[in-house]
């Protein structure tokens, strides 16, 4: 889930963090657009910059405004772009650039990590479509008890 909705409100180290991530998730954005413009232009030649622009900031609103819990989609960012990032690219890199057969001794080990990495990321998108329909019970903007508790006592 959202690992900063699980603080109080009124935890001013938390707030800092939030409006950090908040700055930092804004000033990304951009130059993320720009590497996928980048992309989309080397595949399909004929695309302009301005329709490959607004495909791609209208695909990411409409796909942001589909739900509003933040956990679900940190969780589908991690299975798929970290998991193959970490994984799966480096070890197939590896086992491309190698010569030899595919099952020889240097390459085995790579092997395992791209299935494990395949592995990992195919589970965790299967979870998240299967837990797709719990979505709406997401805790956002629910004041946690032990936040009652800390403003009562020291109210007391």
Same mark, same amino acid.
């Given at each position: 889930?959202?690992? =900063?909705?699980?603080? @109080?409100?009124?935890?001013? =180290?938390?707030?800092?963090? +939030?409006?950090?991530?908040?700055?930092?998730?804004?000033? $990304? *954005?951009?130059?993320?657009?720009? %590497? $996928? +413009?980048?992309?989309?232009?080397?595949?399909?030649?004929?695309?302009?910059? *301005? !329709?490959?622009?607004? #495909?791609? %900031?209208?695909?990411?609103?409409?796909?942001?405004?589909?739900?509003? @819990?933040?956990?679900? #989609? !940190?969780? !589908?960012?991690?299975?798929?772009?970290?998991?193959?990032?970490? *994984? #799966?690219?480096?070890?197939?890199?590896?086992?491309?650039?190698?010569?030899?057969?595919? =099952?020889?001794? +240097?390459?085995?080990?790579?092997?395992? %990590?791209? !299935?494990?990495?395949?592995?990992?990321?195919?589970?965790?998108?299967?979870?998240? %479509?299967?837990? *797709?329909?719990? #979505? /709406?019970? @997401?805790?956002?903007?629910?004041?946690?008890?032990?936040?009652?508790? =800390?403003?009562?006592?020291?109210? /007391?």
């Amino acid at each position: 889930g959202d690992l =900063l909705e699980n603080y @109080c409100w009124d935890d001013d =180290l938390m707030n800092a963090a +939030r409006i950090a991530f908040s700055l930092t998730i804004l000033f $990304t *954005f951009p130059i993320e657009c720009l %590497v $996928t +413009r980048a992309v989309i232009s080397q595949a399909y030649r004929p695309v302009s910059h *301005f !329709l490959s622009t607004i #495909v791609i %900031v209208g695909s990411t609103f409409l796909i942001s405004i589909s739900t509003d @819990c933040l956990g679900v #989609v !940190l969780e !589908l960012n991690g299975v798929v772009s970290a998991v193959p990032l970490a *994984f #799966v690219l480096p070890a197939a890199s590896y086992i491309k650039l190698e010569e030899g057969s595919l =099952l020889s001794k +240097r390459k085995l080990p790579a092997l395992g %990590v791209a !299935l494990f990495g395949t592995l990992v990321a195919t589970l965790g998108l299967a979870t998240i %479509v299967s837990t *797709f329909s719990t #979505v /709406d019970r @997401c805790s956002h903007g629910h004041i946690m008890p032990y936040c009652y508790k =800390l403003s009562n006592q020291t109210t /007391d």
